[in-house]
């Protein structure tokens, strides 16, 4: 074989190696930013009610609830219950770009960020028909419900296993639970555990906290992850 033609061949050998280990690197990397944040103690999610609120008992239990059924803002001759039982520790932010630390950038927040362990129960903000059960591949697992007054809510990062009787189509009643809490939103993965909620009224997102008073959480609420 001539020199030319060994050089051709220890070049191409030489490029194959070094592909095969960018490769095997890029690889490792993302497995071990995926194992970082998946490998947490997930409660088991159950589908009975963790609150005590079922379907027949909803309104009368979100009529009692004092953590923030009375809206701040919108239609007040409706009571919204609150998505999630936590502190908001990530605000509605649509004009002004806030950091993200997952995807280490600024952008857009279109809803809030609501502190709660994996597993804890969502509920419905309001009576409305489930329009929508999606899996995202990168909000993770999400509900959308619109609602009578023209707000459609949206539930997002919730567990894969939905509860017996949740469906598209069905009317779900305010304060009724309708998922838990997961971790399945990849473009919030290192996040600590929480419901990412948003908004709409027409086409626009408008801030949950025109709607809803989480004024007796504060970030000592925040969930444990032990």
Known sequence: MSYKSKRKVINSAVYIALALVIAAIMCITVMTFVNAYRNKSTPPVTTDDPAGITEDNSEAAAGDNSSGDVPTGGDESIKYSLPAHGYVMKEFSIDTPVYSLTMNDYRAHTGIDISVATGEPVYAIAAGVITDISSDPMEGQCITI????????????????????????????????????????LVELAETDHLHFELKKGNDFVDPLDYLDFSSYTNSDAPTNE
């Open 146 to 185: 619109e609602h009578s007054d023209g707000l459609v809510s949206y539930y997002n990062n919730l567990s894969e296993e939905i509860p017996d009787g949740i469906a598209e189509g069905i009317t779900v009643k305010a304060g009724q639970v309708i998922a838990a809490i997961g971790d399945t939103t």
